[in-house]
């Protein structure tokens, strides 16, 4: 694929997808990106360099039928990222699985109606891979979650059908376009936005004094730039298919608190009791019914258990190379800080 051509990228205004729009015009490629609101509201989009001249905005929702249309037109390939990444909703079927579900395949039906469409690449997430890791297994491609459900870590659960959906799709219609998912681990990184994300709002919580210790938790992560990248690469790679985990390295809570502290942040309010062991996780599991409801299922299907995944397809395959996640951390720290996230102390 050479640049010119355009490339639709879907939920254009959000944190991943602002950093895959940025890599793509550095890229010379045509970006149309879908947004909810005017141009006007982007401006971390709009002044991108090359943007002027590459960028086009267009507004589109998930739930509103036929309105991708108009933004694939003349594209080569389609990213689909718009989905909401949020944990805590009132409503699992309204605010999360719907539009993660129906909008994959409003999408999907969109670029079937776009002869121009050769690949559609879905940002998809370990979410659909498991949500009660096995501690003694290393997670693979082959593996999906099978346990979320509406009431079960729900955003788990609307991520996997959707991705499951989207299989499904391509096995009974047969578009005259390929598919490929990219299934990244906890995204983070500056952001070039001001909203936070959900990831780093988890970093923030943990300097912030949310949780009363460490508690026996790991979390697979991956630079922003990196999950970017991997989704440029499996459009650039005319092999590419299936799915790819796109995750750099597992890190405990312990590991995350220490690797904090050590970088001079020991003036935020970072969890100091370890409560990792037994004893600890049997009491965090108590104080799990305290959270808001997903955050205490997300705990309690959690804690204990430890998460390995594999990261060699998209390393084989893809020639994806990965930043070390500690490095990213810190960075989203500083931007967080920047976007007044967490207070400046000094
Ligand atoms: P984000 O910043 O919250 O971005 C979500 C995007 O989806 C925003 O552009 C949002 O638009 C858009 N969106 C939500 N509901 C929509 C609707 N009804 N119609 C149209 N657009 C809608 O989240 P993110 O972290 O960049 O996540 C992007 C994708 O990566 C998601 O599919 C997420 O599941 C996946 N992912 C993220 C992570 C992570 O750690 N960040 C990890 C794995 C997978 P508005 O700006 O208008 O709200």
Redesign the pocket.
């Known amino acids: 694929m050479t640049p010119e051509q355009t490339v639709c990228v879907t939920?254009?205004?959000?944190?991943?997808?602002s950093h895959i729009v940025k890599q793509l015009l550095e890229k010379e490629y045509r970006v149309s990106g879908t947004?909810?609101?005017a141009p006007s509201a982007y401006p971390w989009l709009t002044s991108l360099p090359e943007a002027d001249n590459r960028l086009e905005l267009v507004i589109?929702?998930?739930?509103n039928e036929g309105s991708f249309n108009g933004a694939m037109q003349g594209c080569s390939t389609v990213m689909h990222?718009?989905?909401?990444?949020v944990i805590n909703v009132k409503n699992p079927e309204k605010d999360l699985l719907d539009?993660a579900l129906k909008?994959t395949l409003e999408v999907l039906t969109a670029a079937m109606k776009t002869p121009s469409v050769k690949r559609v690449i879905l940002?998809s997430?370990?979410a659909a891979i498991t949500d009660e890791p096995d501690s003694s297994k290393i997670l693979t491609e082959e593996d999906w979650n099978t346990r979320s459900s509406l009431k079960r870590n729900p955003y788990h659960y609307a991520?996997t059908m959707a991705e499951r959906a989207a299989w499904e799709f391509m096995e009974k219609n047969r578009p005259g376009f390929s598919l490929v998912c990219i299934n990244?681990?906890?995204?983070t990184g500056p952001s070039l936005g001001p909203?936070l994300?959900?990831?780093n709002g988890m970093i923030r919580d943990i300097m912030s004094g949310v949780y009363p210790g460490i508690m026996d938790l790991n979390w697979g992560f991956v630079d922003a730039g990196d999950a970017a990248e991997a989704h440029i690469l499996a459009m650039e790679t005319p092999e590419a298919s299936g799915r790819y985990i796109c995750s750099a390295k597992e890190l405990h809570m312990r590991d995350l608190v220490a690797l904090l502290r050590s970088s001079g942040l020991n003036r935020y309010q970072l969890p100091k009791l370890d409560l990792s062991g037994p004893a600890g996780t049997a009491l965090m599991k108590v104080l799990s019914w305290t959270q808001p409801r997903n955050t205490g299922t997300f705990i309690r299907t959690h804690i204990g258990h430890s998460v390995h995944y594999s990261n060699t397809r998209i390393q084989q395959e893809l020639g994806l190379t990965f930043k070390p996640v500690e490095e990213s951390i810190i960075e989203a720290v500083e931007d967080l800080i920047r976007h007044l996230h967490l207070p400046e102390k000094r």
């Open positions: 939920g254009a205004s959000g944190y991943l997808a947004v909810r609101r589109a929702d998930l739930l990222t718009a989905s909401p990444y539009p909008g940002t997430s370990v991520k990244p681990s906890m995204v909203a994300n959900t990831t």
